[in-house]
């Protein structure tokens, strides 16, 4: 796993499409500007809803990883 500093966590394992984009929603609305958010999902879905949530709301995709049992995601609120 890769070391990003984050100042927020928001485990959304086990939860499905549209759960996990909801929450990141609402999570980020909450942050301040600049912050960074690590989103962990199961949801194989995500890797195509969290690059086109990011690109459609700005905030910036600072990287993705996967492994067997898990999708890490890393936003920045813009």
Same mark, same amino acid.
Not at 39 to 60: C, E, N
């Given at each position: 796993m890769t070391k990003i500093t984050h100042q927020h966590l928001l485990d959304t394992s086990g939860l499905y499409c549209p759960e996990p984009i909801m929450l990141l929603h609402t999570q980020l609305n909450k942050m301040s500007t600049g912050e960074t958010l690590l &989103?962990?999902? #199961?949801? +194989?879905? #995500? #890797?195509?809803?969290?690059?086109? !949530?990011?690109? !459609? &709301?700005?905030? +910036?995709l600072v990287h993705q990883e996967e492994d067997e049992n898990q999708y890490r995601y890393w936003l920045t609120k813009a």
């Open positions: &989103l962990i999902a #199961t949801d +194989p879905a #995500t #890797t195509r809803d969290v690059a086109k !949530f990011s690109q !459609f &709301l700005k905030h +910036p």
